[in-house]
């Protein structure tokens, strides 16, 4: 029979019942103050699970976390505290022996509390002699709490007390003697707390003497490498795009990983239940429902469910919702509990965790069938008073109601918004639910907007037209925000009933009647205006007039919202110069249109300056950077559905073919772009001027296959009065033999083409015909003066396209070649045609020698110290080389060199 004991009365007088023996040697004990035994089962430090993923950066923290006389761990249901401090406990190096107690509910009192504490120790081997055990539940003695603190300084080293879950207890008594104990044991009381609330401790003092070291719920979170061994730990192999979208999803809740992980386990998908949100939904869906929502009072989890709607909880704004006028409280109290619930960094509102929120979205129409489309027109109309037109319209457009929605798009000038891409490109996605056909003029207005956002010009005019009928019909007149709107679309979709100038002077007057603080709101109104203005000049062939514009549009462009419009602007303006030829002035904007950022990001602005950056480079004969700037270009959805930039996207993709020597595949590339060549529908989306690009380019693949009627029959569709085509079938005529034909085509067209490409063709087309006509001196002449005109541009590939006829001049007039700066014949070993000499400034003495040392493979610091120059200065002239040599890279700046015979 195990030896019986008695323990002297603690300060209340009372005796407690007699125990057993504890290992340390001290009185045990073995029941509280109620006379229920102590479960054993709460001292024992929780097993570590069989996928543990053990986290050094955490277990590093912990190390450091004993010297101090607190540790907290806190954060939300299932972020993996007590996981955490258990594998820590039973493998860390601690500063003494670790005490374990699970604390629950049914210990929230002092007598129970204590009970468990100094059972728990002794559990543990840790003597604690002539410690009185509590007698009553309702409180404990000064004298019980004192003796254990002077029990603990007597102890030779530390002790680790880790009490799991503390949150369960609320008795302000038991923190105070808590405080008591630990302010009093001399440093031999180290204590671990896991709670998903900050105790009642006084943690504001511990904090400002340093003595607390804190691990919250941010710092639980897996990382992306954490989650992929997690996953690993069940048995799957992750891919990173999978990996990094369930971390993201659940943003490293250590409990949604987790059941994630089980549920891909089973499923026959892994990766596509890692893709679908959904999934993960249903993995967490009851977890969630019982450890978080219900664990809350009807009022909290009525305001949960309600405001599941939102992406932002504003106090407020959940008042509105709930009918309630507690929402601040309750939203305090859930973001002090880690309940998923957080506070916005800027403090306004809270943020609901991702998967909670969904969770919650699905139980709200379970819970109150129907009652989703009400709370989302209780937000719409909240944001629309308190200035959130995004919001408001999301919510509206999630109600179904649309007539509100495009209604606070009109009203407010915001038409524009839904043009200027990026972010703002949501605004049309919102849209696609909305009836193409509701009855309302503002939805129709709209309609047309989203039309044009998506290079629909005539659905856009169809819905204008449709949204006048309306407006007409109507009882009240339009706003004045409306009729400038829709004269704004007109203009942009190219309305043919009105001139450019007129239409686009209408809209600036209607635009003067509306209201001040709205056009200041939307500046994106009058650079839409001139931008628009400006597409119209150049689709008419009004280039000069065009460049103006585009000029006047990127100026205006000075509001963040404008970011993208202003590199819309300076692509089309550097595409416009780089056709013309002017290559120099195309470069510069192309490059301000790719710097152009801003802090409003605008990724949807892209296409059109990658493709203006792939035009420049392919009358460079650059046919390399041409494709490395075309494929961007072309995998953008603005481009492909632009009808301009889808067309002259076509064009550089034909020019490519036909580099790569083959022009079969150049016409496929535009009978795509053009229906098989064929005037019909496909040809109608394209203006004037463009269908004259294609059909240039056209007529320049069949003669790279040297049928002469086909190339003069592709050309019926333009105007041959035009400088550009003119030069084109002259070059045709030329081809077939007859120079005399391509002569008088460009006498007749009064000009050599537009710019300095047009100039350059038309005289390379004189001098073949004069080649024809046996007048060799009149040939060079014209080619000296195409060599002139390309030289400041680095304009090289009309000699390209011309081929080895202005080879084997060059060849014959070498002089020629080197006195404008030419390279010699060669071939890249790419196309089998072989590249025609480029125009380049000649190299100075000094760029030899460094083009020398570069030969030798040397690096810039190496050939500075050889040739006693800065490495800056290198690096210039080496930039230099490569812009006479028309290379990009060391390699071929000297392969060209030798050809040259400059080394």
Same mark, same amino acid.
């Given at each position: 029979? &195990?030896?019986?004991? @008695?323990?002297?009365?603690?300060?209340?007088?009372?005796?407690?019942?007699?125990? *057993?023996?504890?290992?340390?040697?001290?009185?045990?004990?073995?029941?509280? /103050?109620?006379?229920?035994?102590?479960?054993?089962?709460?001292?024992?430090?929780?097993?570590?699970?069989?996928?543990?993923?053990?986290?050094?950066?955490?277990a590093?923290?912990?190390?450091?976390?004993?010297?101090?006389?607190?540790?907290?761990? +806190?954060?939300p249901?299932?972020?993996?505290?007590?996981?955490?401090?258990?594998?820590?406990?039973?493998?860390?190096?601690?500063?003494?022996?670790?005490?374990?107690?699970?604390?629950?509910?049914?210990?929230n009192?002092?007598?129970?509390?204590?009970?468990?504490v100094?059972?728990?120790?002794?559990?543990?081997?840790?003597?604690? &002699?002539?410690?009185?055990?509590?007698?009553?539940?309702?409180g404990?003695?000064?004298?019980?709490?004192?003796?254990?603190?002077?029990?603990?300084?007597?102890?030779?080293?530390?002790v680790?007390?880790?009490? *799991?879950?503390?949150?369960q207890?609320?008795?302000?008594r %038991?923190?105070?003697?808590?405080?008591f104990?630990?302010?009093?044991?001399?440093?031999?009381l180290?204590?671990?707390?896991?709670?998903?609330?900050?105790p009642?401790?006084?943690?504001?003092?511990?904090?400002?003497?340093?003595?607390?070291?804190? %691990?919250?719920?941010?710092?639980?979170?897996?990382?992306?490498?954490?989650?992929?061994?997690?996953?690993?730990? #069940?048995?799957?192999?992750?891919?990173?795009?999978?990996?990094?979208?369930?971390?993201?999803?659940?943003?490293g809740?250590?409990?949604?990983?987790?059941?994630?992980?089980?549920?891909?386990?089973r499923?026959?998908d892994?990766?596509?239940?890692?893709?679908?949100?959904?999934?993960?939904?249903?993995?967490?869906?009851d977890?969630?429902?019982?450890?978080?929502l219900?664990a809350?009072?009807a009022?909290?989890?009525?305001?949960?469910?309600?405001t599941?709607?939102?992406?932002?909880?504003?106090?407020?704004?959940?008042?509105?919702l709930t009918?309630?006028s *507690?929402?601040?409280? %309750?939203?305090?109290?859930?973001?002090?509990?880690?309940?998923?619930?957080?506070?916005?960094?800027?403090?306004?509102?809270?943020?609901?965790? /991702?998967?909670?929120a969904a969770v919650?979205?699905?139980?709200?129409?379970?819970?109150? &069938?129907?009652?989703?489309?009400?709370?989302?027109?209780r937000?719409?109309?909240?944001?629309?008073?308190? =200035?959130?037109?995004?919001?408001a319209?999301?919510?509206?457009?999630?109600?179904?109601?649309?007539?509100?929605?495009?209604?606070?798009?009109?009203?407010?000038?915001?038409?524009?918004?839904?043009?200027?891409?990026?972010? *703002?490109?949501?605004?049309v996605?919102?849209?696609?639910?909305?009836p193409?056909?509701?009855?309302?003029?503002?939805?129709?207005?709209?309609?047309?907007?989203?039309?044009?956002?998506?290079?629909?010009r005539?659905?856009?005019?169809?819905?204008?037209?449709?949204?006048?009928?309306l407006?007409?019909?109507?009882?009240?007149?339009?706003?004045?925000?409306?009729?400038?709107? #829709?004269a704004?679309?007109?203009?942009?979709?190219?309305?043919?009933?009105?001139?450019?100038?007129?239409? @686009?002077?209408?809209?600036?007057?209607?635009?003067?009647?509306?209201?001040?603080?709205?056009l200041?709101? #939307?500046?994106?109104a009058?650079?839409?205006r001139?931008?628009?203005?400006?597409?119209r000049?150049?689709?008419?062939?009004?280039?000069?007039?065009?460049?103006?514009?585009?000029?006047?549009?990127? @100026?205006?462009?000075?509001a963040?919202?404008?970011?993208g419009?202003?590199?819309?602007?300076?692509?089309?303006?550097?595409?416009?110069?780089?056709?013309?030829g002017?290559?120099?002035?195309?470069?510069e904007?192309?490059?301000r249109?790719?710097?152009?950022?801003?802090?409003?990001?605008?990724?949807?602005?892209?296409g059109?300056?990658?493709?203006?950056? @792939?035009?420049?480079?392919?009358?460079? $004969?650059?046919?390399a950077?041409?494709?490395?700037?075309? #494929?961007?270009?072309?995998?953008?959805?603005?481009?492909?559905?632009? /009808?301009c930039l889808?067309?002259?996207?076509?064009?550089?993709?034909?020019?490519?073919?036909?580099h790569?020597?083959?022009?079969?595949q150049?016409?496929?590339?535009?009978?795509?772009?053009?229906?098989?060549?064929?005037?019909? &529908?496909?040809?109608?989306?394209?203006?004037?001027?463009?269908?004259?690009?294609? $059909?240039?380019?056209?007529?320049?693949?069949?003669?790279?296959?040297?049928?002469?009627?086909?190339?003069?029959?592709?050309?019926?569709?333009?105007?041959?009065?035009?400088?550009?085509?003119?030069?084109?079938?002259?070059?045709?005529?030329?081809?077939?033999?007859?120079?005399?034909?391509?002569?008088?085509?460009l006498?007749a067209?009064?000009?050599?083409g +537009?710019?300095?490409?047009?100039?350059?063709?038309?005289?390379?087309?004189?001098?073949?015909?004069?080649?024809?006509a046996?007048?060799?001196?009149?040939?060079?002449g014209?080619?000296?003066?195409?060599?002139?005109?390309?030289r400041?541009?680095?304009?090289?590939?009309?000699?390209?396209e011309?081929?080895?006829?202005?080879?084997?001049l060059?060849e014959?007039?070498?002089?020629?070649?080197?006195?404008? =700066?030419?390279?010699?014949?060669?071939?890249?070993? +790419?196309?089998?045609a072989?590249?025609v000499?480029? /125009?380049?400034?000649p190299?100075? =003495?000094?760029?030899?020698?460094?083009l020398r040392?570069a030969?030798?493979?040397?690096?810039?610091?190496?050939?500075?110290?050889?040739?006693g120059?800065?490495?800056?200065?290198?690096k210039?002239?080496?930039?230099?080389?490569f812009?006479?040599?028309?290379?990009?890279?060391?390699?071929?700046?000297v392969?060209?060199?030798v050809?040259?015979?400059?080394?």
């Amino acid at each position: 029979m &195990p030896r019986r004991t @008695a323990v002297a009365a603690d300060s209340g007088g009372q005796r407690a019942p007699e125990q *057993d023996p504890a290992p340390g040697g001290g009185p045990g004990i073995a029941a509280t /103050p109620a006379g229920d035994p102590l479960l054993a089962a709460k001292f024992e430090i929780p097993p570590a699970p069989r996928t543990l993923v053990r986290r050094r950066r955490l277990a590093d923290r912990l190390d450091g976390c004993a010297g101090a006389p607190l540790t907290l761990v +806190t954060g939300p249901a299932g972020a993996g505290k007590t996981t955490l401090v258990a594998t820590w406990a039973a493998t860390a190096s601690s500063p003494g022996p670790v005490v374990w107690l699970t604390t629950e509910q049914e210990e929230n009192g002092p007598g129970p509390f204590w009970a468990y504490v100094i059972g728990a120790f002794r559990h543990c081997g840790v003597p604690l &002699p002539d410690v009185p055990p509590p007698a009553t539940g309702d409180g404990v003695g000064h004298a019980t709490l004192v003796r254990l603190a002077w029990a603990l300084t007597r102890l030779p080293r530390p002790v680790v007390l880790v009490l *799991d879950g503390l949150e369960q207890l609320t008795d302000r008594r %038991i923190t105070d003697g808590l405080d008591f104990v630990l302010g009093h044991a001399a440093g031999r009381l180290r204590l671990v707390v896991t709670s998903r609330v900050e105790p009642l401790l006084p943690l504001h003092r511990y904090r400002t003497q340093g003595l607390i070291e804190e %691990i919250r719920g941010a710092d639980l979170a897996f990382t992306g490498v954490e989650a992929r061994r997690l996953l690993e730990r #069940h048995g799957l192999k992750p891919s990173e795009q999978s990996t990094t979208a369930l971390v993201e999803r659940t943003q490293g809740w250590a409990a949604g990983l987790r059941l994630c992980a089980l549920a891909m386990r089973r499923s026959d998908d892994p990766e596509g239940f890692a893709r679908s949100f959904a999934a993960s939904r249903q993995a967490v869906a009851d977890y969630l429902l019982a450890e978080v929502l219900r664990a809350h009072p009807a009022p909290t989890q009525e305001l949960l469910l309600r405001t599941s709607i939102l992406d932002r909880i504003t106090p407020s704004l959940a008042d509105e919702l709930t009918g309630r006028s *507690d929402a601040s409280r %309750i939203l305090t109290s859930l973001a002090h509990a880690n309940s998923l619930v957080e506070p916005t960094r800027d403090g306004l509102g809270y943020d609901c965790h /991702p998967l909670f929120a969904a969770v919650l979205r699905a139980h709200l129409r379970i819970r109150h &069938p129907g009652l989703e489309p009400e709370l989302h027109r209780r937000a719409a109309r909240w944001y629309a008073e308190h =200035g959130g037109s995004t919001r408001a319209l999301r919510h509206a457009g999630a109600a179904g109601d649309w007539g509100h929605a495009a209604g606070l798009v009109v009203d407010r000038l915001a038409v524009g918004r839904l043009l200027t891409g990026g972010n *703002d490109d949501r605004l049309v996605r919102l849209f696609d639910a909305m009836p193409d056909e509701f009855p309302a003029p503002a939805a129709a207005l709209v309609a047309a907007a989203c039309s044009l956002a998506r290079h629909d010009r005539p659905g856009c005019r169809a819905r204008l037209a449709r949204a006048q009928a309306l407006f007409d019909a109507a009882a009240d007149p339009p706003s004045a925000a409306a009729r400038a709107e #829709h004269a704004l679309l007109r203009l942009l979709s190219g309305d043919a009933a009105q001139t450019p100038e007129t239409s @686009a002077a209408r809209t600036s007057g209607l635009l003067d009647r509306v209201p001040a603080h709205l056009l200041a709101e #939307h500046p994106e109104a009058e650079s839409l205006r001139l931008l628009g203005l400006a597409v119209r000049l150049l689709g008419e062939d009004r280039t000069d007039e065009a460049e103006a514009a585009f000029r006047d549009a990127a @100026a205006s462009c000075t509001a963040p919202v404008t970011d993208g419009l202003r590199r819309e602007c300076l692509a089309r303006l550097a595409l416009t110069e780089s056709l013309r030829g002017d290559l120099r002035r195309a470069e510069e904007h192309a490059l301000r249109a790719n710097a152009a950022d801003g802090a409003h990001r605008t990724p949807a602005r892209r296409g059109a300056a990658a493709l203006a950056m @792939a035009v420049l480079a392919t009358e460079r $004969a650059d046919f390399a950077d041409a494709r490395r700037h075309l #494929h961007p270009a072309c995998e953008e959805e603005a481009v492909r559905l632009d /009808p301009c930039l889808a067309a002259e996207s076509a064009v550089v993709r034909s020019r490519l073919g036909l580099h790569d020597g083959s022009p079969q595949q150049a016409l496929a590339v535009l009978d795509a772009a053009t229906g098989d060549g064929r005037a019909g &529908p496909s040809l109608e989306r394209y203006p004037r001027r463009t269908l004259e690009r294609l $059909a240039i380019a056209r007529s320049a693949a069949h003669l790279a296959r040297c049928d002469h009627e086909q190339a003069l029959s592709a050309l019926d569709v333009a105007e041959p009065s035009d400088g550009a085509v003119a030069v084109a079938l002259a070059r045709a005529h030329c081809a077939a033999g007859d120079p005399a034909r391509a002569r008088r085509l460009l006498a007749a067209a009064g000009r050599h083409g +537009t710019g300095p490409a047009g100039h350059v063709r038309s005289r390379l087309v004189l001098a073949r015909a004069a080649l024809l006509a046996g007048d060799r001196a009149a040939a060079d002449g014209w080619v000296a003066q195409a060599l002139e005109t390309a030289r400041p541009e680095l304009l090289r590939l009309p000699f390209v396209e011309e081929g080895p006829w202005l080879r084997r001049l060059l060849e014959r007039r070498t002089d020629l070649a080197r006195s404008h =700066g030419w390279l010699s014949p060669e071939r890249d070993g +790419t196309d089998g045609a072989g590249s025609v000499p480029a /125009p380049a400034e000649p190299l100075t =003495g000094r760029e030899r020698d460094v083009l020398r040392c570069a030969s030798r493979m040397l690096s810039t610091a190496e050939i500075a110290d050889e040739l006693g120059l800065s490495a800056n200065t290198v690096k210039t002239h080496l930039r230099s080389i490569f812009r006479k040599l028309s290379v990009s890279r060391r390699g071929e700046a000297v392969r060209r060199a030798v050809r040259l015979g400059v080394l």
